[in-house]
């Protein structure tokens, strides 16, 4: 009896190899794709957004902001534009991130109680320390005349250049920055496992210093502090006690306290007062007077009758404490001192890029890696001079060669075929070379003819002094030296201002 057939069972297909088809879900390893994920997220914050280079003491969006303004010729002697056409500029161009990102880097950089030397010259509400500034919409701005030392010379071969984000355009690496303007402006930010907090510092101070340290490399500590004995912020107040201070400078971490200057006067004919004139760094007054207010009515502390709030953008700090009688001013104010944002902790932190690493630098390390870069910047700059001077050489010493027969000259232009012909014939009959006799072919005839003799043996010979100096200033590193002190000199005489912030070394 035959079997009847049984249905043979189908085989399933295998399934897809890892990779094997695009879009398909494959198998990994999640600790290594976290690993690798968050070191590229660290890495891109580190480098990209939160630390500043300690050349030109500039994150990457403050950098941006600079060169895109002085790209679009916002200069100081020309009209304000809106924000937020700046902020689009920098944002399609350069910094692909949010506008308001953007715009609170580009504030900051505008306010006078912010930065020591302010960058950006604002026009309309740029807020204050109670109060965020207005929409982009409608503030302006343009680059303040500080601004323009930092971004000059980025078009002669200063500083390297790298494409943007998306490969269309190029941007420094780094602005040439004729003054240290970490020191001088100091910033903060935070990082992956790291943060910076750099105190602003005195223009005039900070050059000094860095004068002396470029005479003398071997300088201690000791010495440049007598030359910068200490921060100096754009609020002023008074800095109490110099130890910290001294261990930041020595290790690039410290901290100290910062009090606010607060003078007696009689308020009325019975009545005295504290009058606060400055607060420390970042402190605006409405904290200080809700803070005082909370505390009277907590009866945490005694002897105010009325707290007055009298500050405005054109007189500055003014609050005036109003006690009652039979309290002695002095120790209401070191209650207030005690209890009150009055008195404030600042701490530094040093860190910044240097050759694109993290590192945490001392006052001696800052000033050594701006004199690098301005040396560099010195010699680089003097190197695109010299050949620019050379280059220009050449032509004007072929135009006075042709000048000299310059009917012979159009004589040959005129019985040649075709420009090969030409300048086949005009570089043999007159010595020239292939880029002088382009020169002279791509020259109109009316300019050829009217050129004077005279003017351009006037031009030969400036030129090639230009040329003997820089070429005596490139020869030597002790004439750069000499010639990055001098530029800095003369920054100081153009925007060094008095210090603020008083010191009390006790």
Not at 309 to 315: A, E, F, I, S, V
Not at 485 to 498: D, G, I, M, P, R
């Amino acid at each position: 009896m035959a079997k009847t057939p049984t249905k043979s069972k189908a085989k399933k297909p295998a399934g897809p190899k890892p990779g094997e088809y695009p879009g398909k879900i494959i198998d990994i390893d999640v600790s290594q794709e976290v690993s690798e994920s968050f070191l590229e997220y660290a890495y891109s914050v580190i480098y990209s957004r939160a630390l500043p280079d300690a050349r030109d003491g500039l994150k990457p969006v403050h950098r941006r902001i600079l060169h895109q303004m002085a790209d679009m010729g916002l200069r100081p002697e020309r009209g304000h534009v809106k924000s937020a056409r700046v902020v689009g500029e920098v944002m399609g161009k350069l910094h692909p991130h949010g506008d308001g990102a953007i715009y609170d880097a580009l504030v900051r950089m505008a306010q006078s109680f912010s930065m020591r030397v302010p960058l950006i010259d604002g026009h309309g509400n740029f807020g204050s320390l109670d109060a965020g500034p207005a929409a982009m919409r409608y503030t302006e701005a343009r680059l303040a005349t500080a601004a323009m030392t930092m971004v000059a010379e980025t078009d002669e071969n200063t500083v390297d250049f790298a494409p943007n984000y998306d490969g269309q355009l190029s941007e420094p690496l780094v602005l040439p920055a004729a003054y240290p303007n970490l020191l001088v402006n100091g910033g903060s930010g935070i990082a992956v496992g790291m943060a910076t907090n750099m105190a602003p510092h005195n223009l005039g101070e900070v050059i000094a210093a860095t004068k002396f340290l470029i005479e003398n490399p071997t300088a201690t500590l000791k010495q440049l502090m007598k030359y910068i004995p200490g921060p100096d912020f754009p609020t002023g107040g008074q800095l109490v006690g110099l130890e910290g201070v001294r261990e930041a400078y020595a290790t690039g971490k410290g901290s100290f306290k910062l009090r606010a200057s607060v003078e007696i006067e009689k308020i009325s004919s019975r009545k005295m007062g504290l009058v606060i004139k400055e607060l420390p760094f970042t402190i605006g007054p409405e904290k200080v007077v809700e803070r005082i207010a909370a505390l009277v009515k907590a009866k945490k502390i005694a002897g105010i009758s009325d707290i007055i709030d009298l500050t405005d953008g054109q007189t500055g700090t003014n609050v005036v404490i109003e006690l009652k009688n039979g309290f002695e001013p002095e120790k209401v104010l070191e209650q207030l001192y005690a209890l009150t944002p009055m008195e404030d902790a600042f701490s530094i932190n040093a860190v910044a890029l240097v050759k694109g690493r993290p590192q945490t630098l001392g006052l001696k390390e800052l000033l050594n890696v701006f004199i690098d870069h301005r040396i560099e910047v010195v010699r680089r700059r003097s190197e695109f001079r010299k050949a620019k001077a050379q280059s220009r050489l050449t032509l004007v010493d072929g135009l006075l060669k042709a000048i000299i027969d310059i009917d012979k000259v159009i004589k040959i232009i005129r019985a040649s075929d075709d420009v090969a012909t030409a300048k086949a014939n005009l570089m043999k009959d007159f010595a020239l070379n292939d880029e002088q006799v382009t020169y002279i072919l791509d020259m109109p005839l009316r300019r050829l003819t009217k050129m004077s003799k005279l003017e351009l043996e006037g031009e030969q010979k400036e030129l090639k002094s230009v040329i003997a100096e820089l070429a005596k200033l490139l020869n030597s590193q002790e004439a750069i030296k000499t010639q990055v002190s001098n530029e800095l000199t003369a920054v100081s005489k153009s925007f060094a201002t008095a210090r603020k912030t008083r010191i009390d070394a006790a």
